[in-house]
């Protein structure tokens, strides 16, 4: 099956994919050992938050990717959409199972809301994962660690993919003013029992290894410099420019300032 088959379900708030088989789960060197993802025999996901929520989207099947959806009435509490993002997995393999929560949608109001509307209890979480440090994908896990403190299970961790997870952000308007996006605070998320990992390099299975060789090298072909920074915290355009200097041109540009460590910029990604 491929992107675009999966993607004809539509991935919106409500929905839980269910895939059954042998399936090959993102890994990284913080989380396994070795060098190649662990394998599950069934995953699913469900899709807490999102920013829309379809009350007419359909369930269906494509291969062994089994898509359900939540059915409310009048009168019955359904879920909401928001500005923000947070998945629920749960994986087993034999009589191995495990949940973890990735992503915290924006705020607590709607993550709680949705997991009680769900039926699913955020506390009996395994392990943590933050995409990256933006406010719609960390937004209620300060919530989660006070709420839950002293009752989620021992030992749970949260993965992050680099520092930069947890530095100030400053948007830069192209007025010229700034908005205060915030920062992620990894000291108050361990007083209150979590451990913090960064897992700074990912684990690569075969055929993502594949995909972004090609990648790499259709890029190199049309002229264009390698996707990552020659070094630790260069960040460029899509264009591969350096931002200080951002073309008049393109005046709605909007750059984001990394704080304290990195004074670079970059633009917003999703």
Known sequence: MNRRQFLKLGAVTGGVFALGGAMRMAGRSAFAQSSAPPIVDRLVMTNVVDNIYDVFAKAGKLDTITVERIRTSIGVPSPAAEHGLAYH???TR???RREILLDFS???QTFFHNYAVLKLDPSRADALIISHGH???YGALPDWARVYQG???PGVTLYAGGEDTFCHRM???PTGGTFDYGRL???ALEAHGLKVMLAKQPTWSPAMRSRRDRFRASRTSNGLRPWRGSSPG???RRAHRPISAPPKSRPSLVSWSLTPSRASTRRPTR
């Open 89 to 91: 997995l749960d994986s």
């Open 94 to 96: 034999g009589s191995e």
């Open 106 to 108: 924006l705020t607590e």
């Open 135 to 137: 406010a719609d994908h």
């Open 151 to 153: 009752k989620f299970k």
């Open 171 to 173: 948007v830069t308007l």
């Open 185 to 187: 605070d990894q000291a």
């Open 234 to 236: 260069q960040w460029t």
